[in-house]
């Protein structure tokens, strides 16, 4: 069993202020790595990807990878009530990188 | 745009009834997958299908078979409906191969009464 872990909260951030998000992995050798969100009642929206080490930028979105520690994060910058969800973190598989793995989800509310 | 289509999204079932979820797809995707999501425990992969008529058990089989008869089309089948298997199941498609991107459908509610 692949282990993708969240706190699953709520965080709850005020408008306008940074939002952390973070998950950890237990396959070394996971390669891919996804943020989704899901507003309740509707199914998940790919937001990012990432494959290597770093951050990568996306509008007010940043995912931070970091390998050695197994471990990816999603920064919001600018949080909005809109932004309230909850965010979903997956990972390929390594053995077979068409699976995915994912957490069970990180609840956001963003207080206007 | 990727299209994932559930054709199904409420559906009311009683325990012991066969019931089918159908899954299409319209992006000519290797992958195909079925989740089932409950509170608190996220989304549990139930099986995926990598080509036609091929298919691999996720984490949580028991209870479910599928079919895939065209690439396009994936299908969930309860053959006897619990009560445990009221549930949020969302069929998903992606490409083959490493670091490419699951697309979701709009998902379908199960009651089983």
């Known amino acids: 069993q692949k282990e993708v872990e969240q706190n699953s909260g709520p965080l709850s951030v005020p408008e306008g202020a940074i939002a952390s998000l973070n998950c950890t992995y237990s396959?070394?050798?996971?390669?891919?790595f996804f943020w989704y969100r899901q507003y309740s009642g509707k199914s998940p929206e790919l937001i990012m990807f990432?494959?290597?080490?770093g951050d990568k930028e996306d509008g007010r979105f940043t995912a931070q990878l970091n390998k050695a520690s197994q471990y990816v994060s999603l920064l919001i910058r600018d949080s909005q009530p809109s932004d309230s969800a909850t965010y979903l973190c997956?990972?390929?598989?390594?053995?077979?990188?068409?699976?995915?793995?994912f957490g069970s989800g990180t609840k956001l509310n963003v207080k206007p | 745009d990727v299209k994932v289509t559930q054709s199904s999204r409420y559906l009311v079932k009683r325990t012991g009834e066969k019931v089918f979820l159908e899954c299409v797809q319209d992006?000519?995707?290797?992958?195909m997958f079925w989740y089932r999501q409950d509170p608190g425990l996220g989304l549990r992969l139930i099986y995926f299908?990598?080509?036609?008529?091929?298919?691999e058990k996720g984490d949580i089989p028991e209870g479910y078979s599928v079919s895939r008869e065209k690439k396009e089309r994936f299908s969930l089948i309860l053959e006897s409906a619990s009560t445990n298997q009221t549930s949020m199941y969302l069929c998903?498609?992606?490409?083959?191969?490493?670091?490419?991107?699951?697309?979701f459908g709009e998902g379908s509610w199960l009651t089983v009464v």
């Open positions: 998903a498609s992606s490409p083959a191969g490493s670091g490419n991107t699951i697309y």
């Open positions: 396959d070394r050798g996971s390669q891919s």
């Open positions: 990432i494959y290597s080490n």
């Open positions: 997956a990972v390929n598989g390594v053995d077979n990188f068409n699976k995915f793995y």
């Open positions: 992006m000519d995707h290797e992958n």
């Open positions: 299908s990598y080509d036609v008529k091929m298919k």
